[in-house]
């Protein structure tokens, strides 16, 4: 990757003109992207229809203590993924356990998107008193520990799906936040915000025609990496037991399969949602990443 | 040089515009201020191009944009046909923008990026005569309430709300905001970026970064045509193209200036570019005016030693006064604190005692256009 | 400004703690409930007097707050014998500021070398000789770091192909100059060796700390036996110096990938500009460029991420510290907050913010110090 | 100081070639180059961008390494073969290079001191007292006040035409053979521009270094080169003794060249004649002439075959139809009379294009 890198360089730092005569071709999304957007596509419509696939219940104990003894069973043909210590489908389980983990990602990452993002732009392209108190309170929300904070909103209000996505949106306009000001910044010193200025263009449009549309697409991109970054947060807070009550989410799974004794016996209690996890966290950065490069954004480094 | 004083300024009929001690100043920090332009008068006449030669420094470009009042000067006035821009609040000033145009220095950097460049022309039309964001917003602001409403009952409705939301703030956006531009004016867009040379059809589907320079700066020019400006401040148009490609701009511009009857501010560091643009010249040191007048006058006779060593300097292959006087080796003063008296005395060959006391007064060179602020001028401009 | 971010942050937690949880009933549990029989009233009235429940709030957070600034952290919600907070605090606070420090400067330890590696490639220049020792000496090292992992995981059978796979590629290596087909298979690997870097990088960044911990628990300690299984306070200085190494290895490869990257893109960035031409133009060679010139203008991101990536590793701390039974201020401030002690808290959640401010002010320092234009 | 040999060609690059592997193909950015440079001379090379002219000099000093370029046909520096060899050694003690930007080509984080010392301790084993000394003498000699205070401050500290003299100082430390300085002074003001050109030449007549002057300004390379080296397109169109370029050109690039610059001592609103059309594409180059698209002269043949260098010893021209001659004279009044060239550009009569 670095190799190819290193000729456009040249050809753009040595003649300018020539680099784009030579046609250098666009950096395109690579196979590695589609790979991604694959599993995050699959992930999801396996959450949404989980309940009309042909899945076993994932509450349901399958004990079948004569043909295989006690409890937890290994990967076998009928629980392709093996079975947890009560003896229930680990398959389902981590198949239902991604509804709660994704929706909380997404509406999380929705909320500080909406609500950081635009804060960000005006306050970036406004300055400003508006500026100061915004920055303020965000670089307040910035100096709290994310998961204490997190913890702490969660033990004090009953965890239901809502209050946990909620609480993770809020932790998450902060940074959004900072990084919308920080391209709204950039783009506002650009000369054609000027030229629609000179134009007599209102704030309002030039905030809506002009920054939004070159703000949105960086930020369409952070969007993957916040998503990730919000699952792996509930996973966080699953881990330590403060996530959502009634259902399971990955999180919850990893703790129980988490503790040294069953980790010795039955090591796939914990790394079939790790790597449920892991698969789809790696899949949102990495799509993320690419996304990033595609749309050449030096200025937000994440 | 120095020169404060506005015996220079013509009281003809037809002067479009009319700037009088224009200082501009910006604070560094709480002791110390950037004088980058103190006291400047200059005026325009309909029809003429006025050349604003310096060099790196001397405020030439934060003069043009204090014209336009971004950012607004420091003190001074700015007389628009009769109107001083300084008094005006941002509303009026917004309704005057279109007389007053801007060309920049990067042709690519001052156009947006994601935007087809027949939208790009047409967008001063949209800008200037709409009022149709207010319905927008509106509508906005309804969709996102109501999606954060339906939220509070259970978090798939809250999905569903956002995400309508969003689809329906998009709408609005790319819908409302895109008025069909009234009849008349899509011939007049398609008129304008043929008389730049360029094909419209090509335009309408392609994007900034898919044209050379020399072509996003006919894009620029003809993005302030479509709104019949009075004046277009030029701002080192050409200083970043190629030899060639700059020889057809500069074609185009007198082309434009013919045909749409349009008054033109030149600014730029290149000499032999201005001669051949512009009609009446003024020569900038450090924020201060050093020589105005008739570009034939002071190319044959330069009055100011300043404006002599410019041009012994130029690298012209057939610059009549190369080797003149010899370069300066010294470097430019710090606009924080200029030199006292005339700016120009600490490099100047000719500078003495009571240039670093007394500031010159602009004055008159002879009997033609041709005014200068030196205690010394070149009386024969050898 | 510091000052009135720390009061701001103290303020929000005070608010919610009282407002959303019960203080009373987390001291005194079940009895705070019923006010009939008088023995639990004296102890309600008791305790509301010793936390001044019965003031208005904005006063007990004037008062909490004078206690706070002179050192005394107030006593804990306990109904055994209240220690106070300090002493808790005192305790676990050296062990969990040893985890994170190690964390961080590992991750800088592993980042710095391996962002320079993977962007080396961008600077040019011929590569070295495939006999020059400058190229067989990491060869080496690769190599035999790599088998005896493969000897500790996999057993023989495993460690002998990886020793075999070496050979073949260090013979390629040598004979590629002359023969095209090892010079396709070396230009191969190498690029193989380039995306695996790229993706281990995007595997820590995307690997929770829980889960990792979870997994190289597993891999070194149960499997392995390199480390203990369990922390103990007891132990001497050293051997708890080696329990707390693989928590911290935990906690900082998540940050070490982050570092890289943009240390990586950073690096890419500045190589591009004129000065490293110039430089090579001297005669400059292309290690002392690397670091001599390229390395400092490229700390800026990393060293920004360094200040707000310390907020992130307490929460990371906090699982960490869970996992492994390490008792640390991450896991004090989850026991207080699930008993809703909130002195333990506020006390925990206001040297954390302190030390993010006071560190991110520290970072602001570092940025004069690289570079001289911001000093003037 | 290694012995300055005063005569003699220093290099020799004939049909010295440089492309780029793309996906659309190789980009053939410097095609078949050749000339020579005498010791202690001047080439100008003038060029636009896109012509070339950088990739040439910053290729044979081997600056440009990836394994997408294509290197071919040879360079003697100094009878030694440049093409294909590593030439790290040369780089520094041997030829030196300046560059356009001084605001970019010091490292704004390191003292201005230890940027001059690392040639002198590389190259010339000077220990620290030898090389303070050496880069006062340095500093003085491109003109630099108070050269002691520099060594300790930063290149922010200093105005673009003082960092542009400290990197001049900086290129001589190791005393190369050959100074290449890339359009040093485009990004400087007129006055400075002046002064920096003087100072090369001064230097030049001290030391007796050969110069290559790189630029896009056929006014900065009058008067200061010895010979002056046309490039468009990757190729070379002319090459003679500057003056003669100017008194008696012979390629019509060179001609639309000239034309198209505004002059001083031309009259208010004079018409310039632009040359239209654009660059060529180095990865499709027209065939034949590359200039042929944009020349009013072009014939059939410009189009298909590719001119060689043809004309004296020093003044060489790759045209058919060289300027001035009656073969041009005929060429341009056959188009004018078909309203057109052979490559389908339009001639207006009335002379505006």
């Given amino acids: 990757m670095s190799q190819d890198v290193s000729t456009e360089a040249v050809l753009e730092a040595v003649e300018p003109e020539a680099a784009q005569e030579a046609g250098v071709a666009k950096k395109k999304l690579g196979w590695g992207f589609w790979l991604a957007v694959g599993w995050i596509v699959l992930i999801v419509l396996l959450a949404i229809f989980a309940p009309w696939l042909p899945l076993k219940d994932p509450n349901e104990n399958f004990i079948d203590i004569q043909g295989k003894g006690r409890p937890p069973y290994g990967p076998s043909a009928d629980h392709w993924l093996g079975s947890d210590q009560d003896a229930r489908d680990m398959l389902s389980r981590t198949i239902y356990g991604a509804r709660v983990s994704l929706v909380v990602g997404f509406s999380a990452v929705a909320f500080g998107f909406i609500v950081g993002g635009t804060v960000g732009l005006v306050s970036g392209f406004v300055r400003g008193i508006f500026d100061k108190i915004t920055s303020f309170i965000m670089l307040v929300l910035l100096s709290f520990p994310a998961l204490i904070l997190a913890i702490l909103i969660t033990s004090l209000m009953e965890r239901s799906l809502w209050t946990i996505a909620l609480t993770l949106g809020i932790l998450s306009v902060a940074p959004v936040g900072r990084l919308a000001r920080a391209a709204s910044l950039v783009f506002a010193e650009r000369e054609f915000v000027l030229a629609a200025r000179t134009m007599g263009a209102k704030p309002s449009h030039i905030m809506l025609r002009e920054l939004l549309p070159n703000v949105l697409i960086p930020m369409s991109a952070l969007a993957l990496l916040g998503t990730a970054i919000a699952i792996v947060a509930e996973g966080g807070l699953a881990f330590l037991g403060l ?34 996890l892991f698969l789809t966290v790696m899949a949102l950065n990495f799509a993320g990443d690419r996304l990033r490069d595609y749309f050449d954004v030096r200025e937000l480094a994440l | 040089m120095a020169g404060t004083g506005k015996a220079h300024l013509r009281d003809a009929s037809d002067i479009l515009l009319r700037v009088e001690d224009m200082v501009v100043e910006f604070p560094v920090d709480r002791r110390s201020v950037v004088h980058a332009v103190s006291g400047i008068s200059f005026d325009v006449a309909k029809g003429e191009t006025l050349g604003l030669v310096g060099e790196s420094g001397c405020g030439k470009s934060t003069t043009a944009k204090a014209i336009i009042q971004i950012p607004r000067p ?5 007389n628009f046909q009769g109107t001083d821009l300084n008094t005006l609040d941002d509303a009026e000033l917004r309704a005057m923008r279109s007389q007053i145009q801007m060309i920049f220095q990067d042709p690519i950097a001052s156009l947006n990026p994601r935007r087809t ?12 005569n709409t009022t149709v964001s207010k319905p927008g917003w509106a509508l906005l602001g309804l969709a996102v309430i109501l999606a954060v409403a339906a939220g509070f009952t259970s978090l798939w409705v809250l999905l569903a709300g956002l995400l309508a939301g969003l689809a329906g703030g998009f709408i609005i956006l790319k819908g409302v905001f895109r008025p069909s531009i009234g009849g008349c004016s899509d011939e007049r867009v398609d008129e304008i ?3 730049v040379g360029l094909d419209p059809v090509e335009a309408a589907k392609r994007r900034p970064h898919e044209y050379s320079g020399g072509q996003c700066q006919r894009v620029s020019v003809a993005r302030t045509l479509v709104l019949d400006p009075e004046i277009v401040i030029c701002d080192e148009p050409v200083s970043a193209l190629d030899v060639s490609v700059q020889a057809q701009i500069l074609n185009m511009l007198e082309d434009m200036k013919e045909r749409y009857g349009i008054t033109l501010v030149f600014i730029s560091h290149d000499l032999s570019v201005v001669r051949n643009v512009s009609d009446r010249l003024a020569v900038m040191y450090l924020g201060k005016m050093c020589e105005i007048g008739d570009s034939d006058l002071i190319y044959a006779q330069p009055a100011h030693p300043y404006t002599q060593v410019l041009l012994a300097a130029l690298p012209d292959p057939t610059n009549p006064h190369a080797g003149a006087v010899d370069a300066l080796d010294s470097e430019l003063p710090s606009p924080i604190n200029p030199p006292s008296g005339c700016r120009f005395r600490t490099r100047c060959p000719r500078a003495e005692a009571i240039c670093a006391e007394q500031e010159p007064q602009i004055a008159q060179v002879g009997t033609g256009d041709q005014w200068v602020a030196c205690h010394f001028p070149l009386a024969d401009g050898s | 400004m510091v000052v009135l971010l720390l009061l701001a ?3 929000l937690t005070f608010v919610a703690m009282n407002v959303l949880g019960d203080p009373l009933f987390n001291i005194l549990g079940p009895i705070a409930g019923d006010t009939e029989n008088p023995e639990s009233i004296a102890k309600i009235e008791a305790a509301e007097a010793q936390y001044y429940l019965d003031k208005p709030l904005p006063e007990r957070y004037v008062r909490w707050l004078g206690d706070f600034v002179t050192g005394d952290m107030g006593v804990r919600f306990a109904s055994d014998g209240q220690p106070p907070v300090s002493g808790l605090i005192k305790e676990r606070l050296p062990r969990s500021l040893v985890l994170m420090g190690m964390a961080q400067v590992l991750a800088l330890a592993i980042a710095i070398p391996w962002g320079v590696a993977s962007a080396a490639g961008s600077l040019g220049g011929t590569p070295s000789g495939p006999r020059s020792w400058r190229f067989l000496a990491p060869f080496f090292l690769k190599a035999t770091v790599i088998a005896a992992f493969a000897a500790l995981l996999f057993g023989p059978t495993v460690t002998v192909g990886v020793v075999v796979w070496f050979v073949v590629l260090l013979s390629a290596h040598q004979v590629a100059g002359t023969n095209s087909v090892a010079k396709r298979f070396v230009d191969v690997v190498k690029r193989l060796a380039q995306n695996f870097s790229s993706a281990l990088s995007f595997g820590f960044i995307s690997m929770p700390n829980f889960a990792l911990a979870v997994f190289l628990y597993y891999v070194f300690a149960l499997k392995l036996g390199l480390f203990p299984l369990r922390y103990d306070a007891s132990d001497s200085f050293l051997t708890r110096m080696w329990q707390l190494f693989l928590p911290a290895l935990t906690l900082s490869l998540p940050g070490a990938a982050v570092y890289q990257r943009l240390l990586r893109t950073d690096l890419i960035t500045t190589l591009q500009e004129d000065f490293i031409l110039m430089a090579r133009a001297k005669g400059v060679s292309k290690r002392r460029v690397l670091f001599r010139h390229a390395l400092r203008p490229s700390m800026f991101s990393v060293v920004t991420v360094f200040g707000i990536n310390a907020g992130a590793l307490v929460g990371g701390a906090l699982v960490v510290e869970t996992f492994f039974g390490i008792p640390g201020i991450g896991t004090a401030v989850v026991e207080a907050i699930l008993r809703e002690d909130f002195p333990v808290v506020l006390a925990i959640v206001m040297i954390v913010a302190a030390g993010f401010v006071i560190l991110n002010f520290l970072v602001d320092l570092l940025y004069s110090v690289l570079d001289p234009r911001v000093r003037s | 100081m ?7 060609v220093l290099l020799d690059v004939n049909e010295y070639s440089v492309g780029f592997r793309t996906e659309r193909g190789l980009a053939q950015v410097v095609d078949k180059v050749s000339f020579q440079l005498e010791r202690g001379s001047t080439l100008g090379i003038v060029g636009e961008s896109g012509s070339g002219k950088s990739v040439l000099n910053r290729s044979l000093m081997g600056l440009i390494s990836s394994n997408r370029q294509v290197e071919e046909g040879s360079a003697l520096f100094d009878g030694e073969e440049l093409v294909g060899r590593d030439r790290q050694n040369f780089w520094g003690n041997r030829i030196g290079m300046i560059f356009q ?10 003292r201005i001191g230890r940027q001059l010392f690392e040639p002198l301790r590389q190259h010339l084993a000077m220990n620290k007292e030898q090389a303070t000394e050496r880069a006062v003498e340095l500093l003085t000699q491109v003109g630099i006040p108070e050269p002691k205070r520099r060594l300790r401050q930063y290149p922010h500290e200093l105005s673009g035409g003082m960092r542009q003299r400290v990197m001049i100082a900086i290129a001589l430390a190791g005393e190369p053979e050959l100074l290449i300085a890339d359009e040093p002074t485009t990004a400087l003001d007129v006055t400075v521009q002046k002064y920096i050109l003087d100072l090369l030449g001064e230097l030049q007549t001290d030391i007796g270094m050969a110069i290559i002057l790189i630029t896009h300004d056929l006014g900065v390379a009058r008067g200061r080169t010895d010979d002056i080296m046309e490039m468009y397109g990757g190729r070379v169109m002319e090459l003679s003794p500057s003056e003669e370029l100017f008194s008696d ?25 632009p040359i239209s059309g654009a660059p060529p594409d180095p990865i499709e180059p027209p065939s034949g002439c590359r200039f042929s698209p944009r020349c009013v002269y072009a014939q059939d043949d410009c189009t298909t075959t590719l001119p060689e260098l043809r004309g004296s010893d020093e003044h060489q021209f790759a045209c058919f139809y060289p300027v001035g001659t009656d073969a041009s004279m005929q060429a341009r009044s056959t188009n004018t009379t078909r309203g057109h060239t052979a490559t389908g550009l339009k001639i207006q009569t009335a002379g505006t294009s």
């Fill in chain 3, 9 to 11: 942050v103290s303020m």
């Fill in chain 1, 243 to 276: 996530s959502v009550e009634k259902g399971s989410t990955w999180g919850k799974l990893i703790l129980t399969g988490a503790n040294s004794r069953q980790l010795e016996e039955a090591p796939w209690i914990a790394f079939v949602p790790i790597a449920a």
């Fill in chain 2, 117 to 128: 460049v027949r939208r790009i022309v047409s967008e001063g039309l949209v800008v200037s």
């Fill in chain 4, 101 to 110: 930007d001084p605001m970019t080509s010091l490292n704004p984080v390191m």
């Fill in chain 2, 193 to 195: 970026i043929t008389a």
């Fill in chain 4, 2 to 8: 290694n012995s300055p040999k005063t005569t003699g």
């Fill in chain 4, 249 to 273: 050109m012979s390629h019509p690039y060179t001609q639309a060249l000239f034309s198209a610059i505004p002059r001083v001592d031309q009259p208010k609103h004079t018409r310039l004649t």
């Fill in chain 2, 74 to 78: 420091t003190s001074g006035t700015v």
